[in-house]
């Protein structure tokens, strides 16, 4: 226990899980830590979903991204959860939120600290962060994520630490943490490179403010990844073809650009086509950092990789962490607000590609609403990187569900991407590059490279009936949701 | 003209326009200057739409954003425009945009010299730049406006120069151009406060590419701006009373935040509002300085604005201009990618003040397309503030054309900003605080606090309706867009 909780004073903190929930009130603001399944807190928030049987109580939980263990699910059943925010990607706690019965606040995921720092949101009363050990002056090293949990800890009145022994002490310098200037004046972010360490290898607060700690083994989820088929293949053949077509005219090198990519089968399917690609010594400036960043470390095309949580799958994990000292000199695990800051996007000049759930013929892009109406998961990290991307890149199949819809419409039926931020759209059937494009010509790309043969020619004859109606981005709008309403009528779109 | 041509060499190159307008060829990309109807170089474009009467010629027009003196009509007229980019704002040009004559690129305002330095974009055969002088050094000094003109000098093959000797030299000093750096990496962008210097007076190009210098005189038009009315009025009156509440919560003191505001007639009210405020010492980092700037200055309350144009009225212009050397210290003009820069923007934690065409019951912000369809004018740069101010404040008049029209819609047919991007909606009917909100909290006060009596029953029925579908953000998509539908069959919503 020595070597986990250096700083000596604090031992006397360490209690039960159900002691240390015990600091959470009804009404409370709750930080915890967590990103993309990987280091959140758990023993505490079990603890708090078991008293909560006896004793109800509601909470605001904000979180870095999405949870792991059915944490989100068993807070939601257990109805702690009233308000969540910036991301969830948990089927139950999805129900509820549909229901109207949890409110959800679908944000950026740069920006909710921000927004904390401010003022803007309600404070958080306590922060409850995994963390692999506990330094001598009280920082805190976090575990396999690092999300919104340095801001949290530092603005939290109270901290409660879950120390997970099941995490290596190893990880302690694979950290960055660093948080935006504000007085006199805030200064740039010095990211200038993906590997720029520019901040403390720990989460620096005043050990006093560490009201509990609470000894956990556990392991983290593993990461839901589907192994590619043959459409995500050709998804990644399409765009690495681009690539190269791309370094052909002098605008990439083979190095390309620093990588980002969204969780998710086809994102991770795109980054394994880079292992049989000619490019190498790339870069990765993004997120989660899946299996597919240890493949391309192990294939020698991986350079370095910067980003704020570690996903793995199960077999991935076996593999990567006995050996992890291997990685950890080429890897940076930074504060969400660092690793998807738009000033360092832009700086970096990415290539940003993020999963649509459907695109319209004028390149608007929905990431979040099934129908329009019902969330999915959240906006995460898309825009932060989309909007600022030297190529922002969305990839999609172009039909689901058999067939029944078409990934590519008329009209989306939510935008959490417009056509202003949108580069190019992938699909197994093509690749449409928007650039410079106004929308009529996009349309036509479209519907021509990226949707699926069954439902080309539906898309042309609306664009073509909708050319009568004239206008910079034709529409008819009686019709422009039909095929949507079509759907949730008939079970085809 | 050795005050206005200090580099002796380049004498040889004064031209007529007609004679330098003959440098441009069919299908070349020009990259002419011009912001908001300021500074744009006008004889030699005139000459080439008299030229194209006998000689026809199509041409890709890059500008900074809308341009003065009907030139945009006028090459729209006469067929030279087939291409646009990125923002225009003439009736002339929008009707052939929208009948699909002229392909129209509608950007952000701060991404287009980036994506023409990285290739992405045609490259620019030709700039056409107005200047007040040019330096012994070849040193291009720029009127009222620097838009994109630095980076349109610095990457076209030849440079046309327009002396204008109605602008006063001692527009000397008021430019800071800065392009970033780009090898081996991108440096953050050093301005840290509304102030900051971190460029050069002028435009450094090598003097061998001006190819041609025109001598012309000429007055920049006249901003187009209504005064206030009782609705603009009660905008301004709704908004400082929020900030005077933001400032008795602590979130901003009596010097609020750096503001920007968009051009157009209510938020140039909303400025006006300040001078009868509690606020002081305040400052502008805006695209866009109009006559409510130099009225606040001239009132005491205004210490410094940072723009990329000057667009005044005939009176404030007459009033401004024989005294610039009063203003002079506490203004900087600058290129519009650091005005609308997001890594900028972001830092300096702006309030920033746009217009909306209309908005939904959910914060989506149309900003761009009547009926979904007509392009208006374009995003311009209210994407670039709204994404990364601290504050992101959308107006519009709640109803138009006599009541026919709700600006409130149960679901916008164009999405310019979405719900993540967007704080406070206003119109003269009240504020809506979307701040940490889930979207069925929000409709439940844009309805209530900005919606027009007309029409709030009708959007509350809409809304109540919708509840039964369910869903995070509840729509029923048969209805979404049939306010727009009805309006277009009867002339109302």
Known sequence: MHDRIRHEALHARVMSASEAAALIKDGMVVGMSGFTRAGEAMAVPLALAERAKHDPLKIT???????????????????????????????????????????????????????????????????????????????????????????????????IIEINTA??????????????SYFPN???????????????????????????????????????????????????????????????????TRRLAPLQAGIGTIANAVLHGLIDSPFEDLRMYSEVLQDSTFDLMDAGKLSFASGSSITLSAEKNAEVMPHFDRYKPRLILRPQEISNHPEVVRRLGLIAINTALEFDIYGNVNSTHVMGTQMMNGIGGSGDFARNAMLSVFVTKSIAKGGAISSVVPMVSHVDHTEHDVDILVTEQGLADLRGLAPRERAVKIIGNCAHPDWRESLADYYRRALAFGGHTPHILEEALSWHVRLRKTGRM
Chains 1, 2 share one sequence.
Request: glycine residues 6%; negative net charge.
């Open 186 to 252: 805030r200064m740039p972010i010095p990211v200038v490179t993906c590997d720029s360490r520019i901040g403390t290898p720990w989460i620096p607060i005043d050990p006093a403010k560490i009201a509990a700690i609470v000894i956990t083994e556990k392991h983290d989820s593993s990461a839901a990844i589907r192994p590619p088929d043959d459409e995500t293949r050709a998804i990644a053949g399409h765009l690495i073809r681009f690539f190269e077509s791309e370094m052909a005219a002098g605008r990439l």
């Open 167 to 180: 995490q290596p002490l190893s990880f302690e310098g694979l950290h960055d943490v660093y948080i935006p």
């Open 61 to 159: 939980l904000m979180t870095g991204a999405s949870l792991g263990h059915d944490l989100d699910k068993i807070l939601a059943e257990a109805k702690v959860t009233a308000r969540r925010m910036p991301f969830q990607s948990d089927a139950g706690l999805r129900r509820a939120i549909n229901a109207g019965e949890v409110m959800f606040i679908d944000q950026h995921l740069s920006e909710t600290v921000e927004q904390l720092r401010r003022g803007q949101i309600p404070p958080v009363d306590v922060a409850v962060i995994e963390a692999a050990s506990i330094t001598s002056d009280g920082g805190i090293i976090p575990t396999t994520s690092i999300g919104n949990s340095a801001s949290f800890a530092i603005l939290a009145k109270q901290v």
